[in-house]
């Protein structure tokens, strides 16, 4: 059974910090390219970073700068490091695994993130 499982998630203050994390089992996980959406309420769901098998990583211009993707295939586990809050990152956040040379993909049930003051 593919189990995606975010954690880290929760309320706290405009300019604070969170990190994120996301588990996999039941996958080859370096053979995945992994990714963070998330989507606020009456919005659209949108992709926040992504992070490939190689390593190299994108992020939606509104976190650039403040968010880092990361992964660590030794513990099959996705990061998202999230710096200087604004309550306009309140969401709940999903992880995603993509099989990068396909269209299959894996999402977590997601976590919810609160800024507020």
């Known amino acids: 059974q593919v189990q995606l499982v975010e954690s880290g998630g929760g309320l706290v203050q405009p300019g604070g910090s969170l990190r994120l994390s996301c588990a996999a089992s039941?996958?080859?996980?370096?053979?995945?390219?992994m990714g963070w959406y998330r989507q606020a309420p009456g919005k659209q769901r949108e992709l926040v970073a992504a992070?490939?098998?190689?390593?190299?990583?994108n992020y939606t211009d509104s976190v650039k700068g403040r968010f880092t993707v990361s992964r660590d295939n030794a513990k099959n586990t996705v990061y998202l490091q999230m710096n200087s809050l604004k309550p306009e990152d309140t969401a709940v956040y999903y992880c995603?695994?993509?099989?990068?040379?396909?269209?299959?993909?894996?999402w977590g049930q997601g976590t919810q993130v609160t800024v507020s003051s």
């Open positions: 039941g996958i080859i996980f370096s053979a995945y390219q």
């Open positions: 992070i490939t098998i190689g390593g190299s990583s």
């Open positions: 995603n695994a993509r099989w990068p040379w396909g269209s299959l993909e894996h």
